[in-house]
């Protein structure tokens, strides 16, 4: 099992492993009302920012995949944060057999590809390390992120209820699907 969340690199973009030096930046994206519009619907405290960031970077040893942050390649500048996880949510369908895939980006990276780079390439990391099955939520409102996880190969699933709330559940496949 992998333990230790490895540097992905694209064209355009690192993903790295997160670090405590980017707790401010991940405050300022969890704390941007456009960027939580369709996570949720609410700001996060600091403290909330720091367990996600801490959860999100610990879930490597206990399942082999997690998140990573994405910077530009040139400058470094975060722009967010993509992974995998097991949040186990207790909805309908219960997603935790599978990896969930999930992505949040600031407003400055908006609108240049970097989040569908981003997701195709944690994808093709999953796909040689643990190919199957992947899920990925989205609110229905969310066309942007839609449209990033069709371009990954995901379809439409199913409409579930998290939190009393409706949204999408996107399958896909992934290599080696019967």
């Given amino acids: 099992m992998i333990t230790e969340p490895p540097t992905l690199v694209t064209d355009r973009l690192i993903l790295r492993p997160q670090q405590a030096s980017d707790f401010e930046d991940c405050v300022a994206m969890w704390n941007d009302v456009d960027v939580v519009r369709h996570i949720g619907g609410v700001t996060r405290p600091p403290q ?32 967010g944060e993509v992974g995998f996880a097991d949040f186990k949510r207790g909805m309908n369908p219960d997603l935790s057999a599978w990896p969930e895939a ?3 980006f600031n407003q400055h990276s908006w609108g240049k590809g970097f989040a569908s780079e981003a997701v195709a390439a944690i994808h093709a990391w999953l796909d040689e390390n643990r190919p ?47």
Avoid: Q
């Avoid at 920012?49 to 975060?78: C, D, H, N, Q």
């Avoid at 839609?146 to 995901?154: I, L």
């Fill in 48 to 79: 909330d920012v720091w367990f996600t960031l801490a959860r999100s970077r610990g879930m490597w040893p206990l399942i082999g995949y997690g998140y990573w942050v994405a910077v530009e390649k040139p400058t470094g500048r975060f722009i």
């Fill in 102 to 104: 999930g992505w949040a």
């Fill in 132 to 178: 199957g099955p992947t899920h990925c939520i989205i609110d229905m409102d969310n066309l942007a992120s839609r449209r990033v996880a069709e371009k990954s190969g995901y379809e439409f699933w199913c409409e579930a209820l998290y939190r009393d709330k409706p949204l999408n559940v996107y399958r896909r496949e992934g290599p080696g699907a019967a």
